[in-house]
């Protein structure tokens, strides 16, 4: 069974970036996308963007398109989350999950059904 582990979050500074990771375990056999999400206190969690496994498009949500993007490692089972001019309202509980072809071609549509545990990220001076 497929497994996640994010990495990556801490405490930065306005203005600053952070690198998430996502480990991934197991077979990703009959998976079609692995997305990111975040949740802040308070508030729903959200997709942050996603990338195909088979081609590697990638699909960033519009409210941080110009400041994040998603990259993947297939050789170290990676997928990271490039986070830059870092503002307090970054700051949240981030995790990446795998994600089911739904029948669009499109990740944000993948149902999303094992997650990793999150990592925090904290956005303050």
């Known amino acids: 069974q497929v497994q996640l582990v994010e990495s990556g979050g801490g405490l930065v500074q306005p203005g600053g970036s952070l690198v998430l990771s996502c480990a991934v375990s197991?077979?990703?056999?009959?998976?079609?996308?692995i997305g990111w999400f975040r949740q802040a206190p308070e508030f729903p969690r959200a997709g942050v963007g996603c990338?195909?496994?088979?081609?590697?498009?990638?699909h960033v949500e519009g409210s941080v398109k110009d400041r994040f993007t998603i990259s993947r490692d297939n050789d170290k089972n990676m997928v990271y989350l490039h986070m830059n001019n870092l503002t307090p309202e970054d700051t949240a509980v981030y995790y990446c999950a795998t994600g089911k072809y739904s029948g669009s071609y499109y990740c944000t549509d993948s149902k999303y059904d094992v997650w990793g545990p999150g990592t925090q990220v904290t956005v303050s001076s």
């Open positions: 197991g077979s990703t056999s009959g998976y079609y996308s």
């Open positions: 990338i195909i496994i088979s081609d590697e498009t990638t």
